[in-house]
């Protein structure tokens, strides 16, 4: 195990890698895993997950060598300028974000000016249920140093894609504009089918044409994750209109599967029951 972790934020993707590490379970010496998040009821869930339950942000970050950003996108900026001051000389702060590059460039400075190392991190696939085996891109001068630790921690599906920092974040919110467009197109063409009363058509239709998983399943399959994710998916998505813009590409769609992504947030009634 990675000599000294702390997590910042104990999400779906902390409290996911922590359990599959069993992180809670070693220690080093006297330290243990450390947790901070701004949510009381998450610190609860970390210590009942067998962490140190942090009394502040200096107090997780004592002592740190490898520390996981894994907050909200909205959140990951202000993370990283407002904790910068409490990193230990050296440590590595892996930004696992879903933010843009030009996100992540501004987040090294505050943590390079204060002595600390950035490695911008990309997850590139949902930490459940491949956990510790999630494939990771990390881009940035301490990259090297950050896999030795991350491996050290157990994941085991790293790659570096350069030391530019921003290079693993712009592999991740382009292939997003795929992605999280999907679904959110998805979700247009089942809404405006239900209310035609053609799903059934619709989706036959394209099951003759694409292959091998049928679309009742696909669009089943999406719409629940927006449904769950769609709040953390807009801000995330707002990091890829922000992408796309500085590399001088209109988001005409991007900007839409935001809105699309946001609405049909927590919309259990949208959940749409379809035919195996």
């Not at 998505?237 to 049909?264: A, F, H, I, N, Y």
Request: proline share 4%; glycine share 10%; aromatic share 4%.
């Amino acid at each position: 195990m990675a000599d000294a972790i702390t997590l910042i934020g104990y999400g779906e993707a902390g409290s996911t890698f922590a359990r599959a590490g069993d992180w809670g379970q070693v220690a080093s010496g006297n330290r243990g895993t450390r947790v901070w998040d701004l949510r009381p009821e998450r610190l609860e869930v970390a210590a009942q997950d067998g962490l140190t339950q942090a009394s502040d942000a200096g107090h997780a970050l004592d002592g740190a060598n490898l520390v996981l950003s894994l907050v909200t996108a909205d959140s990951a900026l202000p993370a990283a300028q407002d904790y910068a001051a409490l990193l230990p000389k050296g440590a590595v702060w892996c930004d696992g974000n879903s933010v843009a590059p030009d996100t992540k460039r501004e987040a090294a400075k505050a943590v390079e000016v204060a002595g600390a190392l950035y490695v911008d991190m990309a997850i590139l696939a949902p930490v459940d249920p491949a956990r510790l085996n999630v494939p990771l891109l990390l881009a940035g001068k301490a990259a090297a140093q950050a896999e030795a630790l991350l491996r050290a921690a157990g994941f085991a599906n790293i790659r570096i894609v350069g030391d530019e920092v921003g290079r693993a974040s712009a592999i991740k919110m382009i292939r997003s504009v795929m992605v999280k467009g999907v679904e959110a197109l998805t979700a247009e063409m089942m809404l405006a089918a239900q209310a035609a009363g053609v799903v059934e058509e619709v989706l036959a239709s394209l099951d003759a044409s694409e292959k091998p998983k049928p679309w009742g399943q696909k669009a089943a399959y999406n719409i629940e994750r927006m449904v769950t994710h769609g709040l953390r998916r807009a801000a995330e998505m707002e990091e890829s209109v922000k992408t796309l813009s500085g590399l001088g590409v209109e988001p005409m769609m991007t900007s839409g599967t935001v809105l699309r992504q946001r609405d049909m947030a927590g919309r259990k009634d949208r959940l749409i029951e379809t035919q195996e």
